[in-house]
């Protein structure tokens, strides 16, 4: 399962990749609203799920590398300030 999430995830920021800043943040009237906070919500469900997953007593080398991660409190909460940041924080996250 981790790895069809690295695999989509990869897919999905390439697919950025041909667009402009504007478009990314252009509100489509999605759910999310932009493709970026899209992207973002996606990346916030995961970190929540995995601090999740590390409390838990015998997942002890996860929670090791969680530290330093975002720790969101809202499915909406903002874990990046641009693109490029969010996609290095998604190429880190899936590599936990």
């Known amino acids: 399962?981790?790895?069809y999430n690295r695999w989509m995830n990869l897919r999905l920021y390439e697919a950025t990749a041909s667009l402009s800043e504007a478009q990314i943040f252009?509100?489509?009237?999605a759910f999310f609203g932009s493709l970026y906070d899209t992207l973002n919500h996606i990346a916030v469900a995961d970190l929540l799920w995995l601090h999740r997953f590390a409390h838990h007593q015998s997942l002890s080398e996860l929670s090791k590398s969680?530290?330093?991660?975002?720790?969101?409190t809202s499915l909406?909460?903002?874990v990046a300030q641009s693109l490029?940041?969010?996609?290095?924080?998604?190429s880190r996250l899936d590599e936990v």
Do not use: I, K, S, W
């Open 1 to 3: 399962m981790a790895e």
């Open 26 to 29: 252009e509100d489509r009237g």
């Open 66 to 72: 969680m530290v330093g991660f975002p720790n969101p």
């Open 76 to 78: 909406r909460q903002r």
């Open 84 to 90: 490029p940041e969010l996609r290095e924080l998604r």
